[in-house]
């Protein structure tokens, strides 16, 4: 993006009081121009404060619908609007509805990277960061959790809940392949690692420590080393490496979300100067979505 091109979405920004959300993932870029780069939470607590007119969503779809919900009088606009969570894509309303039936008495709780149709049918929605809580506040019995597998055991495993994991994943985490893992640790030996809970169990045992990405910046904050080896998607050895550039990251292999890496400078500045009135969502269906996401943010 040259000069003028950057003064232009200056310009348009201050026009259209926008503002440009990103999330850690998203390319270098991106997050150049972002006014905040956030995990999911991060997004989600944004866009409930956020009196924006506008906000240009960096990401990919569920994140837009979730700042629409959360902020129902700003234009949401998705920047590159085919993208969509892999992971969003697994479980619909309808299987949420269906599962729920199935498990009368269970609460179902739905990880951000959902559906609307499926948060609406929701006890709660969580995210990484606060997963392990969520589940551990539910009413009393089985707890339903979709779409993300991984994520589901380790809620589990940390809470001590019985957990029935619906059987999604995310195409990029879930296809990690451990032996890029071993082979980083075996070049950094003194390196910590750090994998996002949607990783396959055997990346969790071998970590140091299971963080969603918001956990990673606080745990290399508040650490003494000096060299960490990044289990989730590669856009966050970018964002970690210009928070801290003291400290050197790696990624722990090839864990890369082709929905996450599409969008452009140039797609930014499109959406900041169309009419598009961006993410609509049917006012029942983002009401019963927004008190799933309303548990999320009060626990
Ligand atoms: P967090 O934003 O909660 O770290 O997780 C990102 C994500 O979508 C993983 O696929």
């Known amino acids: 993006m040259d000069n003028l091109e950057k003064g232009e979405v200056k ?7 926008a503002v440009i959300l990103a999330h850690s993932y998203q390319p270098r870029e991106i997050q150049e121009m972002a006014d905040l780069v956030g995990d999911s939470l991060e997004l989600s607590r944004f866009a409930r ?3 924006a007119p506008l906000v240009i969503l960096c990401g990919v779809r569920f994140m837009a619908e979730t700042v629409k919900i959360l902020s129902p009088g700003s234009v949401v606009r998705l920047v590159a609007p085919g993208a969509d969570c892999s992971l969003a894509a697994c479980m619909s309303g309808e299987d949420a509805g269906a599962w729920k039936r199935e498990h009368p008495g269970a609460a179902l709780v739905t990880y951000i990277n959902s559906p609307v149709e499926a948060k609406a049918e929701s ?4 995210t990484s960061a606060n997963a392990v809580g969520v589940v551990r506040a539910a009413p009393p019995g089985d707890v339903l959790f979709g779409p993300d597998r991984n994520l589901a055991e380790y809620a589990a495993a940390e809470s001590g809940r019985r957990v029935i994991p ?4 995310c195409h990029a985490h879930s296809g ?3 032996r890029s893992l071993r082979r980083a640790r075996a070049e950094w030996p003194d390196a910590a690692v750090l994998v996002h809970p949607e990783t396959p169990p055997v990346f969790r045992r071998e970590a140091d420590a299971v963080l969603g990405t918001g956990g990673m910046i606080d745990y290399v904050a508040g650490s003494d ?3 960490f080896i990044i289990g989730t998607e590669e856009g966050m050895v970018y964002r970690l490496s210009s928070l801290f550039p003291d400290r050197s990251f790696t990624a722990a292999g090839d864990i890369s979300c082709r929905d996450m890496r599409n969008a452009t400078p140039d797609m930014v500045l499109e959406a900041l100067r ?6 609509l969502i049917p006012e029942e269906l983002a009401g019963a979505a927004l008190k799933a996401l309303e548990r999320m943010t009060e626990l």
């Open 123 to 126: 006890w709660a929605c969580c």
């Open 225 to 227: 080393r000096r060299r």
């Open 176 to 178: 990690a392949d451990i």
């Open 11 to 17: 310009r348009l920004k201050r026009s259209t009081g």
């Open 49 to 51: 404060e956020s009196v």
């Open 274 to 279: 169309g009419d598009d009135p961006g993410i």
């Open 166 to 169: 619906w059987p999604g994943g």
